[in-house]
């Protein structure tokens, strides 16, 4: 901070955050990415090589550099950014609508996805092994997937595919994760798009909102509505056993 000139204002503007969330940033009160630290330092003129001294002791402060540090080609940088946040969480709560939450997906049936959404096999393959290389965070995290029936219905990558889907989602409570089913109607504001909710040790928690090819990340008074929608959907979610009898009798109709 010695060596900009920029007011918090001013530098909060470059970056396209709000003052608030840059003081919060600066007073060590808001969990913070390698990639925030990079984009922060930049803006503040910091030269190259101090500023690489202190991305790399982000990132060794947070823990030891993952893969998440080293992009795979043809990855979305956004891939990276969301793995080092479920890296750092003591639990994470996802909501989806339309499709198993990434976490949770089977290789056929994350392909099925990909396939569909237009991906050659190059591009599908290197989105694969970051997407299974962010499920190794799950025996480390309090996890829950909250779905929508209808996000187990459409068979991605053929109906063996949904199957084995299926079958996966069913054994998750032996692993120790919670996918819970909701059923029927719920409020207008869940069906606006599938979200993640990453809770820290010693930092504020965070949403995450997918949207396509891209993401937005939601911090201090944005994430309180959605600690609000996740109460409501742990009231009107099945319970573990009813969600996994239910997954089951899907199954049993495919």
């Known amino acids: 901070m010695e060596q900009t000139s920029l007011s918090l204002e001013a530098a909060a503007k470059a970056l396209g955050w709000s003052a608030a969330t840059l003081s919060r940033t600066e007073n060590g009160k808001r969990h913070i990415t390698s990639e925030d630290v990079a984009v922060v330092l930049t803006t503040y003129g910091v030269p190259v090589a101090q500023r690489e001294e202190l991305i790399e002791s982000a990132r060794s402060g947070v823990q030891a550099a993952g893969w998440w540090s080293r992009p795979l080609p ?38 099925g996805i990909m396939v569909s959404d237009g991906y050659g096999p190059q591009d599908v393959e290197l989105r694969w092994l970051a997407r299974k ?55 207008h504001r869940a069906l606006i798009h599938p979200w993640m909710l990453l809770h820290f040790p010693e930092a504020p928690p965070v949403v995450n909102v997918e949207l396509y090819e891209s993401s937005v990340y939601l911090h201090d008074g944005e994430v309180d509505s959605y600690e609000n929608m996740r109460s409501v959907l742990d009231r009107l979610a099945l319970s573990t056993a009813e969600s996994r009898s239910t997954i089951e009798q899907l199954r049993e109709r495919l």
């Open 74 to 111: 043809g990855v979305l940088p956004d891939v990276g950014t969301l793995a080092s946040y479920e890296a750092s969480a003591r639990a994470i709560t996802n909501w989806s609508i339309n499709s198993v939450p990434g976490l949770m997906q089977t290789e056929r049936y994350a392909r």
């Open 133 to 187: 290389r962010r499920q190794g965070v799950l025996p480390k995290v309090d996890y829950v997937a909250f779905l929508h029936e209808s996000a187990l219905r459409h068979p991605f990558g053929g109906i063996d595919a949904l199957r084995e889907q299926l079958d996966h989602l069913m054994e998750a409570s032996t692993r120790g994760y919670s996918v819970r089913v909701v059923r029927g109607r719920v409020p």
